[in-house]
């Protein structure tokens, strides 16, 4: 799956988790979305969901700080917005946060939820947190990726406790 970012550039540049994948040609930046391109967008009134998977040709991370998240997704972005299911943050910024991910922990998840976990993993082997956002999530991310609507996404979270 192709894999892009819409970078903002409102985060420490030493910290920003877009730039490194860029940086290890794991992603490529972007500045306009096609219209079959996955959209992460924490917003949206639609979750990702596997069946996805074969409505887009790419994934795109909106880089940004959450600080100024509602002003970055009150833009019109083309493309397929979804947001994801509840995950816990790994990354040592919000850590167990539910939600808080960072551009990299975005899109891996989506991938594994979609059924490409090698390609989510790989994302996740460049960090040194990564691989405690995957343990975090691993139950989650696996139950996920079986799903077939939304309804069930309240059944998960209750079965883990994390449903109000």
Avoid at 35 to 58: I, M, R, W
Avoid at 81 to 101: C, D, E, Q, T
Avoid at 126 to 132: A, I, M, R, V, Y
């Amino acid at each position: 799956m192709k894999l892009q970012v819409l970078m903002f550039y409102q985060d420490d540049p030493r910290k920003c988790t877009a730039a490194k994948i860029v940086k290890f040609g794991l992603a490529s930046k972007t500045k306009r979305i096609n219209s079959k391109g996955l959209v992460l967008d924490p917003f949206s009134e639609k979750t990702l969901l596997p069946k996805d998977k074969s409505l887009v040709n790419s994934i795109i991370g909106i880089d940004c700080s959450w600080n100024l998240a509602n002003q970055a997704f009150s833009k019109n972005f083309h493309g397929i917005k979804r947001k994801l299911p509840p995950l816990l943050a790994g990354n040592p910024v919000n850590y167990s946060k539910i939600n808080k991910l960072t551009t990299v922990e975005a899109i891996s998840a989506s991938l594994i939820i979609m059924g490409m976990t090698h390609q989510g993993l790989e994302l996740l082997d460049k960090f040194k947190w990564g691989h405690t956002f995957y343990d975090l999530n691993k139950n989650l991310l696996e139950e996920y990726s079986k799903i077939e609507n939304e309804d069930q996404i309240q059944i998960i979270l209750k079965e883990y406790g994390l449903s109000a």
